[in-house]
C-alpha cells in the first residue's frame, strides 16, 4: 500500500516559490486504479513523480508498504522502483485547459527483494 502523509512538493520558478502539491493525504492499496484530474498545473505530474519515487516531498512522508522512500539509499530506491512500481498512464485531453490522467498503479511489493546493488 501507497501512503501519503502531509506531502508538500515546491519548486522555485523565477524567483517565486510555486506549491505544486500542498499537505496531502492519500492511501492507496496495491492494485488499486485511481484517476487523477485537474487544470494543467494543478499538481498531476508531481504526485505522480512522488509516487514513483522520482522525487522527495520537502514536507510529509511517501510510504510503501511501511518504506518511507525519501530514506532509502538511491541503490535501494532504483531496486524498488525496478521491482514494485509501474504506472500505466493514459492521458487525455477534454479541451484546452483540462487535462486527465488515468492511472494504474502497479505494485508487486516484495519486501525480500534482494537488490544486487546494494551489500
Given amino acids: 500500500m501507497y501512503k501519503l502523509t502531509g506531502v508538500t512538493k ?3 520558478k523565477g524567483g517565486i516559490t510555486v506549491i505544486a502539491v500542498q499537505d496531502v493525504d492519500l492511501s492507496i492499496a496495491d492494485g488499486e486504479w485511481l ?4 487544470r494543467t498545473g494543478s499538481g498531476k505530474t508531481t504526485l505522480l513523480q512522488l509516487l514513483g519515487a522520482m522525487h522527495h ?3 510529509g512522508e511517501v510510504t510503501l508498504e511501511g518504506q518511507n522512500l525519501a530514506r532509502l539509499p538511491e541503490p535501494r530506491l532504483t531496486g524498488v522502483r525496478a521491482a514494485t512500481i509501474g504506472f ?3 492521458s487525455a485531453a ?3 485547459d483540462r487535462r486527465s490522467i488515468v492511472v494504474k ?3 508487486n511489493y516484495n ?3 534482494d537488490d544486487p546493488t546494494v551489500e
Wanted: proline share 5%; aromatic share 10%.
Fill in 57 to 59: 516531498p520537502d514536507r
Fill in 111 to 113: 519486501s525480500d527483494y
Fill in 88 to 90: 500505466a498512464c493514459d
Fill in 105 to 107: 498503479i502497479l505494485v
Fill in 10 to 12: 515546491t519548486y522555485a
Fill in 94 to 96: 477534454s479541451d484546452q
Fill in 35 to 38: 484517476a487523477i484530474q485537474g
